[in-house]
């Protein structure tokens, strides 16, 4: 459930900057709306020393440990700015869980389900028994879509969908050891990139396997390999529309 964060945002953003606690319920007892006085500060404080999100060291207000707050989690899956802003108040090791992750696993599905959906609406009704939802069958098959392309419908192209959360012009996502050797062996595998906000699923950009290659790690030493790799893609790194 979405609700106000902003409160919470303010002691977040004070701790950062280690405020001292008597300057931060000064500057609310002086503020002209109740939505950031001092009985707001005061709640939203407590809450947040209480789950340990935030500490006092000595007079200041400092930053505790991240951890997957029901709060924070449904708020993040929703998209919400002041979410984000919060998690990336805490520096890795400072963190519990890696919300990118932990959401990327949650909304997969819907994210499949949006490209499925599209990907049937812009194929002619004659293709659409070429389009499958493989992850539903087989999730280590290196890729969670077949279908026909939009650009030469008689070639076959297997999709990787990722959808993240996070707003912006750059999107985080997770690939696979077996994703990687999915479009390393494919010259028509693809990475289908979701962005899911608010209500609303887009489109961020698609991309070929192939361009991928060069910026997945190496394995450097006989009995050691690398399992999952995280990645970041802006817009301008994608093509736009469908493959």
Known sequence: MK????PYLLVIR?????????????VG???SSYDIGYETRRHALEELIIQGLVV??????SLGVLGNSSWLVSNLELGSLEAWEIVDSFPNRSRKFDPD?????KIGLSGELFV?????????????DRIRHESLKNDLAGFDITAPSTIR???????????????????TFFLSRGEFEAAKSSKNWFIVLVQATGNEMNLFGYL?????????????ADGFSWTVTRGILSKDDLRIGWP
């Not at 499925?116 to 659409?128: G, W």
């Not at 070929?208 to 450097?220: A, H, I, Q």
């Open 3 to 6: 609700f106000d964060l902003s």
């Open 14 to 26: 004070a701790s950062k900057q280690r405020m001292d606690i008597r300057e931060f319920y000064a």
């Open 29 to 31: 007892r002086l503020a």
């Open 56 to 61: 006092i060291d000595g007079s200041r207000l």
């Open 101 to 105: 992750l932990e959401l990327l696993k």
């Open 116 to 128: 499925m959906e599209q990907i049937t609406r812009f194929l002619p009704e004659a293709l659409h």
């Open 153 to 171: 419908t008689e070639i076959q192209n297997f999709l990787e969908v990722k959808t993240s959360t996070r707003p912006g012009n750059h999107l």
């Open 208 to 220: 070929e396997g192939s361009s991928l290659l060069s910026y997945f790690p190496r394995d450097t």
